[in-house]
């Protein structure tokens, strides 16, 4: 099974930056390819939103209202996803959720293909 673990939410003021990773892991065998990582956002009693997200070719998409402040990158060697959220703004407050999409897992000489989610971190700014 995999498993994405997230780090480095937490409160921060406006303006203030803050840097979020997630890795996955499989439990019982290797990773062989992600086709694709990203971030998405939930506020409360919105619905939730694509903050960035990058192909394994390193092609990236953003919402709008994170371009020039957010930027998504990748170290395919630690399966890993970061992004760096500069100027935050208390409107990107919300719980944060990575996503692997296209997951291909090696198990008992099987592949398996499927897409996951972590837990979500939450994000605060205020003063």
């Known amino acids: 099974q995999v498993q994405l673990v997230e780090s480095g939410g937490g409160l921060v003021q406006p303006g203030g930056s803050l840097r979020l990773s997630c890795t996955a892991s499989e439990t019982s065998g290797i990773i062989s390819n992600i086709r694709a990582m990203g971030w998405y956002r939930q506020a409360p009693g919105k619905q939730r939103e694509l903050v960035a997200g990058i192909r394994s070719g390193s092609s990236t998409t953003y919402a709008d209202s994170v371009k020039g402040r957010f930027t998504i990158s990748r170290d395919n060697a630690k399966n890993t996803v970061y992004v760096q959220m500069n100027s935050l703004k208390p409107e990107d407050t919300a719980v944060y959720y990575c996503?692997?999409?296209?997951?291909?897992?090696?198990?008992?000489?099987?592949?398996?293909?499927?897409?996951?989610w972590g837990q979500g971190t939450q994000v605060t700014v205020s003063s």
């Open positions: 996503n692997a999409e296209g997951v291909t897992s090696l198990r008992l000489s099987n592949f398996y293909t499927n897409d996951y």
